[in-house]
């Protein structure tokens, strides 16, 4: 398994899949299922080339498995911040440690781009994701905001890290083993 940046070739409905799969797995139960369910094909494929951000792969015997996306701050409370935007697997690779490698390489390149504080948003009731990023070293800051996703209202939170001064010595690129 290698974690490398999404180049000129690679398809974007490869990683739009990512982003369908996991989200009608991962956020079953939170968000509608008819809103789940209806997700298009391709939804997310605009959104992962866009110029302004950073997307990560996750590649597994040539087949795009996991993705992660970060860029500059897109809210003006976090001016100065970097931001990780997502990070999701397909359903099937999920706890074998290949999220924590994505999480890793996203923020070793906000690092790499001169950020020494990092945020994300994750959904208050998603509970294993808030577990994961807190493991990682993320921690709830207390600021939150309101997002109505397909007619169900969720509160978004946001998280933060400090990184350490060595933190853009590290790859944000390269294998990634599982446990």
Known sequence: MQIRPLLPGDDPAAVSRVYEQSWQTAYRGIIPSAYLDDIPAGNWCRAVTAPDRHTLVLVSDGQIVGTSAYCAARSEQMA???????????????????????LRAAVAGLAQL???????????????????????????????????????SLRELIYTCHLPPNSAKQPNAGPVAGP
């Open 80 to 102: 100065g911040w970097g931001e990780v935007i997502s990070l999701y697997l397909l359903p099937g690779y999920c706890h074998r440690g290949l999220g924590t490698g994505l």
């Open 114 to 152: 001169g950020f020494a504080d990092v945020y994300l948003w994750v959904l208050a009731q998603n509970q294993p994701a808030r577990r994961f990023y807190q493991k990682f070293g993320f921690a709830d800051s207390g600021a939150w905001q309101q997002q109505c996703i397909g007619g169900r």
